[in-house]
């Protein structure tokens, strides 16, 4: 149980385009979920929390309108880079709680900004 | 502040056991974590203790936790090839967002 899918699993497009990034809970249902930026070799940053049927939270320093979050229902969170530039390139990751205290992970997107 | 910090690598035998540290700075910790993460994959989270006890064992697995000193450990006994990776320790301050360490890349050799 407990697992956390992502869509698509590696993504290339121009500098310019906007990216949808899927998050799914497929067994479990999340009220919050959130995401994930990890640079190489580096840890993961916490870009926001998703919380559905209502706004996103972001961290310090993270655009809003730049990284769009959507959590319609209860099993899927969006995020959609807009405008992508090649500083966008990264490994985003998202998570779901799936009780109080255990927090899952889906498998990543690889976004490369050309 | 909020700051969670591992040593970078650790290299062992296959069979020894390995250690992998793990300081933090916030004592309103609630849960701390160790998620372990292969190349090019996301987090597995491997076994997590409530800040009130001092260690768990799963398997495998030990987590010891010194909360007077902030300190966190995670033993993997009888290492294997297939636990080469990183492993990153993280702690919960609520119950929801967490704090994530450096990471240590765990590196077994036969």
């Known amino acids: 149980g407990a697992v956390v899918s992502q869509h698509p699993s590696w993504v290339i497009c121009k500098s310019g385009t906007s990216v949808k990034i899927e998050c799914r809970s497929l067994?479990?249902?999340?009220?919050?979920m959130f995401w994930y930026r990890q640079f190489p070799k580096q840890s993961l940053m916490l870009m926001a929390t998703?919380?559905?049927?209502?706004?996103?939270?972001?961290e310090q320093g993270v655009e809003k309108d730049k990284f769009l979050i959507n959590h319609a229902s209860l099993t899927l969170s969006t995020l959609t880079v807009t405008s992508a530039h090649p500083e966008d390139s990264s490994f985003y990751i998202c998570?779901?709680?799936?009780?109080?205290?255990?927090?899952?992970f889906g498998p990543g997107t690889r976004l490369t900004v050309t | 502040g909020e700051d969670v910090e591992q040593s970078l690598f650790l290299s062992v035998r296959e069979g020894d056991s390995s250690v992998i540290n793990c300081t933090y700075t916030d004592s309103s910790s609630t849960y701390l974590y160790w998620y372990k993460q292969e190349p090019g994959a996301g987090l597995q989270l491997l076994t997590y203790i409530f800040s009130n006890m001092d260690m768990k064992q799963d398997q495998r697995l030990t987590v010891l936790l010194n909360k007077k000193d902030k300190h966190l450990s995670l033993r993997i006994a009888d290492t294997q090839t297939g636990d080469s990776a990183i492993y990153f320790c993280?702690?919960?301050?609520?119950?929801?967002?967490?704090?994530f360490g450096t990471g240590t890349r765990l590196q077994v050799f036969p």
């Open positions: 067994d479990f249902q999340a009220t919050t």
């Open positions: 993280a702690e919960s301050i609520r119950t929801d967002k967490l704090i």
């Open positions: 998703s919380n559905e049927g209502s706004k996103a939270t972001y």
């Open positions: 998570s779901a709680i799936a009780s109080a205290y255990e927090q899952y």
